[in-house]
C-alpha cells in the first residue's frame, strides 16, 4: 500500500510528457508585421497548416509581456484572408523605435499552440515622397521626328508627342472670353490670345 502513492505519481507525470510531446505537433510561424500609412498596423500568418479554427493576436506597444496576458490590443480571428491570419489595428500611429510586442495563440485540430515572447521594433520614418507628376509621353530628342497629323504650324510642323501649348491658368493673363446670348443658352466662348509661333488647332 505504500508503494500505490508512488505509481501514481509515475502515471501522471508520463501522461503530462506525452501530452506536452503531441503539443509539440505544430509549430506556429513567424509572423509578419506591416506598419501602415498614415496610421496602422498589421500582424499576420500564413495559413500554414490545415484545419486552424482560430488565432488569437495579443500586443502590446512598447511594455513587454510578463504574463500571458490580454494586452493592450486583442483579436480572435476566425477567419484567414487571402492565405493569411490577419490582425488589423488600424487606429494606432507607432513611431520610429516603437517596439510592439506579441504573441500568438492558434488552435489547431482542438489543440492550441503558442508563439511566445515575440517583438518587432520600427525602424521605418516619414512616408516618401510622392513622385513627381510627368507628362504621360516624353518624346526622345535625339529620336526621329515623326510630323503630327492632329496640328499645323505656319513655320513648320510639329513632332508627333512633342507639347504644342502647356497653360495651369493660375490667372486669366493671355485669355479672354466673350458671352453670347441667344434664345434661353447663355454661351461663354473662351478664346485664346497668344503667340505661340503660328501654332493652332485643326
Known amino acids: 500500500m505504500s508503494r500505490a502513492p508512488g505509481v501514481a505519481v509515475v502515471v501522471v507525470a508520463f501522461g503530462l510528457l506525452l501530452s506536452d510531446v503531441k503539443c509539440q505537433k505544430y509549430e506556429v510561424p513567424e ?13 499576420s500568418i500564413p495559413d500554414f497548416v490545415e484545419h486552424i479554427s482560430l488565432v488569437a493576436f495579443h500586443v502590446n506597444i512598447n511594455e ?11 483579436q480572435d480571428v476566425v477567419k484567414k484572408k487571402d492565405g493569411r491570419w490577419t490582425y488589423h489595428i488600424p487606429l494606432i500611429k507607432p513611431k520610429q523605435g516603437d517596439v510592439i510586442y506579441y504573441w500568438i495563440y492558434a488552435i489547431i485540430e482542438g489543440l492550441g499552440y503558442h508563439a511566445l515572447d515575440k517583438s518587432y521594433t520600427v525602424t521605418e520614418g516619414s512616408p516618401p515622397p510622392p513622385p ?31 507639347i504644342m501649348l502647356h497653360k495651369t491658368f493660375d490667372n486669366l493673363d493671355g485669355w479672354s472670353y466673350e458671352v453670347f446670348i441667344g434664345g434661353s443658352h447663355l ?3 473662351l478664346r485664346t490670345h497668344f503667340m505661340y509661333s503660328g501654332y493652332f488647332f485643326s
Open 132 to 162: 513627381p507628376v510627368t507628362p504621360d509621353r516624353i518624346p526622345d530628342p535625339s529620336g526621329p521626328c515623326q510630323s503630327s497629323s492632329s496640328t499645323k504650324n505656319r513655320q513648320g510642323g510639329l513632332c508627333r508627342g512633342q
Open 64 to 74: 513587454e509581456f510578463q504574463t500571458l496576458a490580454h494586452g493592450h490590443y486583442a
Open 187 to 189: 454661351v461663354k466662348k
Open 31 to 43: 509572423a509578419t508585421v506591416e506598419i501602415l500609412k498614415p496610421r496602422g498596423i498589421k500582424i
